[in-house]
């Protein structure tokens, strides 16, 4: 439970500091208001495909996790896995009822993946500027 909330600490700050620079990028960029159109468009395009490239890899990194644990419960034929407590399941499954639970979550976890990479493709792709 320790690391679960260390983990949502650091995301709490990471999320913060995260939103303090894309709004300074964002009143900075209000602020050169005319002067500069082309850099202005240049720097606001970099700025949106590097936060959806950050959003798509986040994504991507759950799906992983997700992905992990789904094997662990059908290796284990338990749900949750042992060691995997934090996940907070109100009831816990045994046998088949668990590793069916695992194979939906292993589902789940490769589409979130395969989402995630190809929001990470056509990023990439766009941001190449290939289609204009």
Same mark, same amino acid.
Do not use: H, K, N
């Given at each position: 439970?320790?690391?679960?909330?260390?983990? /949502? $600490?650091?995301?709490?700050?990471?999320?913060? *500091?995260?939103?303090?620079? *894309?709004?300074?990028?964002?009143?900075?960029?209000?602020? /050169?208001?005319?002067?500069?159109?082309?850099?202005?468009?240049?720097?606001?395009?970099?700025?949106?495909?590097?936060?959806?490239?950050?959003?798509?890899?986040?994504? &991507?990194? !759950?799906?992983?996790? /997700?992905?992990?644990?789904?094997?662990?419960?059908?290796?284990?034929?338990?749900? #949750? #896995? $042992?060691?995997?407590?934090? !996940?907070?399941?109100?009831?816990?499954?045994?046998?088949? +009822?668990?590793?069916?639970?695992?194979?939906?979550?292993? $589902?789940?976890?490769? &589409?979130?993946?395969?989402?995630?990479?190809?929001?990470?493709?056509?990023?990439?792709?766009? +941001?190449?500027?290939?289609?204009?």
């Amino acid at each position: 439970m320790g690391r679960l909330l260390g983990l /949502l $600490a650091i995301a709490l700050v990471g999320g913060v *500091v995260a939103q303090a620079f *894309v709004g300074a990028e964002l009143r900075e960029l209000e602020a /050169l208001g005319s002067a500069a159109p082309e850099a202005d468009l240049t720097r606001a395009t970099r700025l949106f495909w590097a936060s959806a490239g950050v959003i798509f890899g986040v994504a &991507l990194a !759950i799906g992983a996790a /997700l992905a992990a644990l789904a094997v662990r419960t059908i290796r284990s034929a338990s749900f #949750p #896995p $042992a060691g995997a407590e934090w !996940i907070g399941a109100r009831r816990q499954y045994e046998g088949a +009822a668990a590793r069916r639970v695992g194979w939906i979550g292993a $589902a789940l976890a490769t &589409l979130l993946c395969l989402a995630a990479l190809g929001g990470l493709a056509l990023t990439a792709f766009l +941001a190449s500027g290939e289609l204009w």
